[in-house]
């Protein structure tokens, strides 16, 4: 009992006050240390929003944001600027072509996911391919595909914009104001829960970080 009385007696000097906060600091660093391995992930540990799971987990964010590219590609009715589709809705580009498989097995997804955005979001289909676009019409009818926008893109302009070498398929995703999201490289079910939160979550102004 006195060592205690005089142990608080002494905290009186500003000097023995110092000392036992750097021990106190201490101890608390050690436990932040150990109490970091293993265990449950911590929130300040996740490297993305909730909604970056499932099929959409491998949605990487776009950062610094760059525009939608300044391309020419060819539509129904001839050459078309990617720019004329950016009308303050969400875009999704994807691109595909008919020789990918993976390309086909999602894209009656994406088909359903621009059924299900209605007016909140577009979904353009862009074949990385030469030709009339009959071999891609005649694509679209086997599938079943009835509510997407289908572009071509004979000179891969986009391929470039993209980096050049780009495994297909791949799908970008734009805001309203034409700046670019993030991107997913391979195939994804887009009609999934997650994916069709993702792209409300940008329609709504979230930002996935």
């Known amino acids: 009992m006195a060592r205690l009385m005089a142990f608080f007696a002494s905290l009186r000097n500003p000097m023995e006050q110092i000392k036992l906060l750097m021990i106190i600091g201490g101890v608390s660093l050690v436990f932040v240390i150990f109490s970091s391995f293993g265990g449950a992930p911590k929130p300040w540990e996740s490297a993305g929003p909730a909604y970056l799971i499932g099929e959409v987990e491998d949605f990487t964010r776009t950062m610094p944001s760059r525009p939608l590219p300044k391309v020419m590609l060819e539509g129904p009715k001839g050459p078309v600027p990617l720019a004329n589709y950016a009308d303050g809705r969400v875009l999704v580009v994807n691109l595909w072509a008919t020789w990918c498989a993976p390309c086909l097995e999602e894209l009656p997804s994406l088909d359903a996911l621009q059924e299900t955005m209605g007016e909140q979001a577009r979904v353009l289909?862009?074949?990385?391919?030469?030709?009339?676009?009959?071999?891609?019409?005649?694509?679209?009818?086997?599938?079943?595909?009835?509510?997407?926008?289908?572009?071509r893109d004979p000179k891969l302009s986009l391929s470039r914009a993209y980096g050049g070498d780009v495994t297909l398929p791949i799908t970008?995703?734009?805001?309203?104001?034409?700046?670019?999201?993030?991107?997913?490289?391979?195939?994804?079910?887009?009609h999934a829960e997650e994916s069709v939160r993702l792209v409300r979550a940008i329609a709504g102004g979230a930002l996935p970080r």
């Open 172 to 190: 970008v995703i734009y805001d309203g104001r034409g700046r670019e999201i993030g991107m997913l490289t391979g195939s994804a079910d887009w």
């Open 125 to 151: 289909a862009i074949a990385l391919e030469p030709g009339d676009g009959t071999a891609q019409e005649r694509m679209f009818q086997r599938l079943g595909i009835e509510n997407l926008t289908m572009l």
